[in-house]
């Protein structure tokens, strides 16, 4: 990985393209803690969202969400407003005649895809500000309803600034995508979740030197120690799962062209064991924090109902959780790989699976292998994502004082998933410009 950096770094095109999505990650950065008007400082570094339904998009905006930032949504709204559009696109015939009209259809695809982002970010930003006004028993803003014109004007002035601050992420996103480095969203989720690395370690620290005992030192060790293990091991098993791959063995046929003979060789058709990567996580993530973000601004008893039934530690959210990886991980397949589409071309090519008729029996082969491969990527992701959540239910019902495990997983599959991915895009682009030696 280190090496394709190195070489990726001496082409100036690559140079160019990282240092501008280290400049647009950077200026993100800079963005995710600035505090937006009429915020009570003094109030604001105390709130947390640990163990609520909140606390993955806390998670995925690095922390802005609980400092009121002027990025609080981070690519929450953008994120929702994909899938939505995607879901859409399965639905509406419209729009799925829209998806198969190439670059044009595309351009139309994500305009409706910012407008709903900007729809979102409004309904989002009420939410979040109503939420501040009353969370928690305390009044996070600086002016409370008693004020009248200047509290109703306190809102409108924060809700226009996460709304511009939603829409600056996403014009971030799409620019990485045309002129930088990997996917912009995932980019983003990637900046956000090492920045929050700094907070975990600081916690670590001050949970050692809290101990007033020998017993308390070495306990804490102990904790330290368990969890840098857990934490290389599941490291190392995502790699090994996101690099496996399923290959379904091509033969070609002979074809005499003229005086020349084509064909007759061996390839494979490979298949990711893991072909959804983390996306399955976040629509699951992204579509169970919709109640707690509607009970931002309802209140009353509904949104004690969802603080209690739709927690980190509650079954409900567990169980939701894993109904909606499955869902998604079967949907995203779905949605990016035909299997028709994949047999005609490779019977157009002159090939054939050994023992499988071309055309129809061939397509009916390769679903059936995707089916199972995805079913056991939708393992993968559960054993990732909701393993961590029963521990931290278990640690807290138990009354056990330890950093926050419910997206633990969910943080190292993002990393990891961004980090191959784009080594992978790096290396792709080194091919293309034929750089003998990427590979030495």
Do not use: H
């Amino acid at each position: 990985m280190l090496q394709t950096f190195k070489n990726a770094w001496k082409v100036p095109e690559l140079k160019s393209k990282i240092l501008f999505t280290l400049m647009i990650l950077l200026l993100y950065r800079v963005g995710a803690n600035l505090y937006v008007p009429y915020v009570n400082v003094d109030l604001i570094e105390q709130i947390s969202f640990s163990n609520t339904a909140l606390e993955f998009l806390s998670l995925i905006s690095g922390g802005a969400l609980a400092q009121a930032s002027f990025f609080a949504l981070s690519v929450s709204p953008y994120i929702t407003a994909s899938i939505v559009i995607q879901l859409l696109t399965v639905a509406i015939p419209a729009l799925e005649r829209l998806s198969k009209e190439g670059e044009e259809g595309k351009k139309k695809l994500t305009k409706y895809t910012r407008i709903l982002t900007v729809v979102l970010s409004v309904v989002t930003a009420y939410g979040y500000v109503k939420l501040l006004s009353n969370y928690g028993g305390f009044n996070y803003l600086l002016f409370s309803k008693a004020d009248g014109f200047l509290y109703y004007f306190a809102m409108i002035v924060m809700i226009a600034c996460f709304c511009a601050g939603a829409s600056i992420i996403m014009w971030m996103a799409e620019q990485i995508d045309a002129r930088g480095i990997g996917n912009g969203i995932s980019m983003i989720l990637f900046a956000n979740i090492i920045s929050g690395f700094g907070m975990t370690a600081t916690e670590l620290y001050y949970m050692v030197i809290s101990e007033s005992t020998v017993l308390g030192y070495v306990l804490a060790g102990v904790k330290i120690l368990i969890s840098l293990v857990l934490t290389v091991a599941a490291i190392g098993f995502i790699v090994w799962f996101t690099n496996s791959e399923r290959r379904i063995p091509i033969q070609y046929a002979k074809r005499v062209v003229g005086r020349k003979m084509y064909g007759g060789q061996a390839s494979n058709l490979p298949l990711k064991l893991n072909m959804a990567g983390v996306m399955p996580v976040i629509f699951a993530s992204s579509i169970v924090s919709i109640p707690a973000t509607i009970a931002g601004f309802t209140g009353g008893k509904f949104a004690t109902w969802v603080s209690k039934w739709l927690g980190q530690v509650s079954p409900i959210y567990i169980v939701l959780n894993i109904a909606l990886i499955l869902l998604f991980s079967y949907f995203y397949i779905m949605i990016s790989f035909n299997p028709i589409e994949v047999s005609n071309n490779i019977r157009s090519q002159g090939g054939s699976v050994p023992g499988i008729r071309p055309g129809k029996p061939t397509a009916d082969y390769i679903k059936k292998i995707l089916n199972r491969i995805t079913l056991l990527g939708a393992i993968f992701l559960l054993v990732i994502q909701v393993v961590p959540m029963i521990i931290n239910a278990i640690l807290v019902a138990c009354n056990v004082s330890f950093t926050s495990l419910a997206f633990t997983g969910t943080s190292l599959l993002i990393v990891v998933g961004v980090a191959l991915e784009t080594v992978r895009d790096m290396e792709a682009q080194l091919a293309m410009r034929n750089y003998k030696g990427f590979l030495d």
